[in-house]
């Protein structure tokens, strides 16, 4: 009997299906249209998640914000950040030595000439901030640097 697949061709097959796979669970789950976007959010939070900018240092909300609860994503509500992993950097904006996992994307940024570590929520792809390798060392040594206009603080006691 002929031969229709040969088993060199299925395992190619299933080695593409796999990857194509592993491509979409890395895509983000929320996608808005930009008019969505720009009615359901504040025009700050809109500038900052959806285009990319930065709001001005020591002005934010959560600059000097140290109560107890979860920083979630002021975009698609997901849980970015746990209060004991913010510190007080002085770079004035929040920082956070981890987040939750896998709540986040990364990407490289030229926007000032050099490259650096965007950060991006990996539901809606809203930009949050940067990471740079200057935090606490003796936790991760990481600092992610924040906008507070792209998280939404939710108290302890509400969770
Ligand atoms: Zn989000």
């Not at 194509?20 to 809109?46: F, G, M, R």
Request: charged fraction near 30%; glycine fraction near 8%; hydrophobic fraction near 30%.
């Amino acid at each position: 009997m002929k031969k229709i697949l040969n088993p060199t061709f299925l395992m190619l097959m299933v080695i593409s299906f796999g990857c194509a796979q592993k491509q979409n669970n890395t895509a983000v789950k929320v996608t808005k249209s930009e008019d969505q976007w720009k009615a359901e959010l504040s025009e700050q939070s809109y500038r900052i998640l959806r285009k990319g900018e930065t709001e001005r240092p020591f002005t934010g909300e959560y600059d000097k914000h140290f109560e107890d609860g979860v920083y979630r994503c002021a975009g698609c509500n997901q849980k970015l950040f746990m209060s004991e992993n913010k510190y007080d950097s002085k770079c004035g904006w929040p920082a956070f030595d981890n987040a939750v996992k896998g709540s986040l994307k990364f990407d490289v940024d030229y926007k000032i000439g050099i490259p650096r570590t965007e950060v991006l929520c990996s539901n809606c792809g809203g930009h949050l901030g940067h990471v740079f390798n200057d935090g606490p060392k003796e936790t991760t040594g990481l600092r992610h640097c924040i906008n507070s206009a792209a998280l939404e603080f939710e108290p302890k006691e509400n969770e």
